[in-house]
């Protein structure tokens, strides 16, 4: 099933990092998308924000291990290909990361450039990690389960001992708890309940997801 989890950024906020060399200023954009067509619309709008910038260099990884990147008419391989690697360094996916230059007036050469775009892509993660943006998503499963009263803290106990959180409770003619567990660590849980009820199947699985846990 692959990787069971990942890091990426905390949603709805923006990481910046700022590099100068010789005069240019390299500004990082960083922030968390959900596809690609989220990663084209961030980049059009730092593009649009630095509309008067030489170069506005983009790169983005995606869970789904898509990846994209551009030099944005800096020479080949000085810019977005080093953004990127900064991201895949880190271990972020599902985001995107754009490099703003305003030229300084001075050629930086090959090496100059990546080191500057490097620079600035590593001070945007930065200061993701120092804001506290940076979350990790699991592969979690969900577990319903209803219940009778009389099973409610036995079955409470199981759950806690299988690693699972409790999302809701719904308390009607019978009980109804919503479980969230690591993907795999269900399987003992249901298990469990099925030999607590003498063979009855309480519990509902569904689809593996990625989320916090």
Known sequence: MGEASYLTLRGGEEFVGEFEDRRSRFIAQLRQVSGEAEAGAFIA???SRHHDARHNVPAWILADGRERCSDDGEPSRTSGMPVLEV????GLKDVCCVVTRYFGGTLLGPGGLVRAYTAAAQEAVADAHERGGIVEMTLVTEVVVQLPYALYDRVGRLASDAGGKVKDQLFLE???????FRTGEEAPFIDAVRELACGEDLCRAGEPRFAEF
Not at 87 to 90: A, P, V
């Open 45 to 47: 709008e730092v593009r």
């Open 87 to 90: 991201l895949r360094g880190e």
């Open 174 to 180: 019978d009980v109804q708890i919503t479980l969230v």
